[in-house]
């Protein structure tokens, strides 16, 4: 299926927009990740059916290290009248501000930098040496948790447990070919669940490979309880703990141009504030943060909304709009915990007309971005990778336009 044949020529498309505009500012959910790589869903579908349930128009893929399921994307999406965004994340390392022991986007290790690239070209290419350098992090990454699938199996085997994990049967049957330490955690708690018939057997099972704390969540919520099994045995500290080779890391020049490569926009994802409203050292200065960005050649910022207040998604979200950055919202949905497609703030908080607005805009440019990259090959980006500011307005009504045009036809 070539998705983009479906779309008429642009002069068309616009001149169809504006028989058929009606003003509204269509539900966005740019960020969210699949059982390609680690997710709360159990296959793409069940997001875009909840996407229509509950009223968003526009979706975005953005699985860690793969584009695999791009294609399945599309035809759901265009199945339910969806709107697709093509996105990827990924892990760098910025090694300036690791040795400054600067702490940017990731809570714990300084220099760890998460980048997404937003509005990839479809049908997916990276061309080499990137692909060979991707194929290599995925290739670190699967062995760093096969090493951490042995260590349990050796905690289970001192414990009495009485079974194992299998990794193989793990990769076969529980992913798409990438392996994240969540898939052991889920593992082992379904193995729990199989193997002990009473609630004293898992307290049993769960305080002896807790290496004697007992478990603090509900037997019958699954999502905390994993969170326990990562927390007590898979993090920094935990008996079944390996630390990340070197080599699954990029740096993130790389990482920015791979993206740029696979035709994409390289986009910094904000933590921003946590419960207690701290932020990371690289975060805490907006105002900082968005002149390093620039200087590193980033024109677009997202955020996870359900991790963050009303008053920081918009203090942070305008400041960057106001600035010419590309802003977007995502859920995420990388963890077992289900949440709803549309977006709130912390606390279940409504989002503001003014975010909507953004995170609409935003979402528009990066969809013309991904047409004009597939008819014309190049999009907002221009050969440096910069952003054309000057048609910014252009290519948000030529988004509108083809998100329109998807939703109607």
């Keep these: 299926?070539?998705?983009?044949?479906?779309?008429?020529?642009?002069?068309?498309?616009?001149?169809?927009?504006?028989?058929?505009?009606?003003?509204?500012?269509?539900?966005?959910?740019?960020?969210?990740h699949t059982p390609?790589?680690?997710?709360?869903?159990?296959?793409?579908?069940?997001?875009?059916?909840?996407?229509?349930?509950?009223?968003?128009?526009?979706?975005?893929?953005n699985d860690f290290y793969t584009t695999e399921g791009y294609k399945e994307w599309a035809s759901g999406c265009s199945e339910r009248k969806l709107f697709?965004?093509?996105?990827?994340?990924?892990?760098?390392?910025?090694?300036?501000?690791?040795?400054?022991?600067?702490?940017?986007?990731?809570?714990?290790?300084?220099?760890?930098?998460?980048?997404?690239?937003k509005g990839l070209a479809y049908p997916a290419h990276l061309p080499a040496p990137y692909d060979t350098k991707l194929k290599s992090v995925l290739k670190e990454s699967n062995?760093?948790?096969?090493?951490?699938?042995?260590?349990?199996?050796?905690?289970?085997?001192?414990?009495?447990?009485?079974?194992?994990?299998?990794?193989?049967?793990?990769?076969?049957?529980?992913?798409k070919?990438?392996?994240?330490?969540?898939?052991?955690a889920k593992a082992l708690r379904k193995k729990i669940n199989d193997n002990c018939i009473t609630i004293f057997d898992k307290q049993?099972?769960?305080?002896?490979?807790?290496?004697?704390?007992a478990l603090q969540s509900d037997y019958d919520n699954a999502a905390a309880i994993e969170n326990e099994i990562r927390g007590n045995l898979l993090k920094a500290g935990g008996a079944a703990f390996i630390a990340e080779s070197p080599k699954a890391f990029l740096d993130m020049?790389?990482?920015?141009?791979?993206?740029?490569?696979?035709?994409?926009?390289?986009?910094?994802?904000?933590?921003?504030?946590?419960n207690n409203g701290n932020f990371t050292e690289f975060e805490g200065s907006k105002e900082k943060a968005l002149k390093t960005l620039k200087k590193r050649n980033i024109c677009s910022v997202e955020f996870i909304t359900t991790r963050n207040s009303l008053a920081t998604l918009e203090e942070y979200a305008i400041f960057f709009n106001a600035n010419g950055f590309v802003v977007t919202f995502g859920s995420e949905h990388n963890t077992p915990a289900m949440e709803p497609i549309?977006?709130?703030?912390?606390g279940n908080t409504p989002l503001s007309e003014m975010l909507l607005e953004i995170n609409y805009q935003g979402a528009c440019i990066t969809a013309a971005h991904q047409y004009l990259v597939a008819k014309e090959g190049s999009g907002y980006l221009n050969s440096e990778g910069k952003p054309k500011l000057n048609e910014r307005e252009k290519f948000v009504a030529l988004g509108k336009a083809l998100i329109e045009y998807q939703i109607k036809n």
Aim: net charge neutral.
């Design 1 to 32: 299926m070539d998705f983009w044949k479906g779309f008429p020529e642009k002069s068309e498309l616009l001149a169809w927009a504006q028989k058929k505009r009606d003003g509204n500012i269509r539900l966005v959910n740019a960020h969210m």
């Design 36 to 61: 390609y790589s680690f997710s709360a869903f159990t296959d793409i579908t069940q997001p875009l059916n909840m996407a229509v349930k509950e009223g968003v128009s526009v979706v975005g893929i």
């Design 84 to 117: 697709p965004l093509f996105n990827i994340e990924y892990i760098s390392l910025n090694s300036d501000d690791q040795a400054a022991g600067i702490k940017v986007n990731d809570p714990n290790n300084p220099g760890r930098t998460y980048l997404s690239g």
């Design 143 to 175: 062995i760093q948790v096969q090493k951490m699938c042995d260590r349990l199996n050796e905690v289970l085997k001192k414990c009495n447990a009485g079974f194992q994990l299998d990794y193989t049967e793990i990769k076969a049957t529980m992913t």
């Design 177 to 184: 070919g990438m392996v994240r330490e969540r898939h052991l």
């Design 204 to 213: 049993l099972i769960y305080k002896n490979i807790f290496g004697g704390k």
């Design 253 to 274: 020049e790389t990482v920015c141009q791979m993206i740029l490569k696979a035709g994409g926009i390289p986009t910094y994802p904000f933590l921003a504030d946590d």
């Design 342 to 346: 549309e977006l709130f703030a912390r």
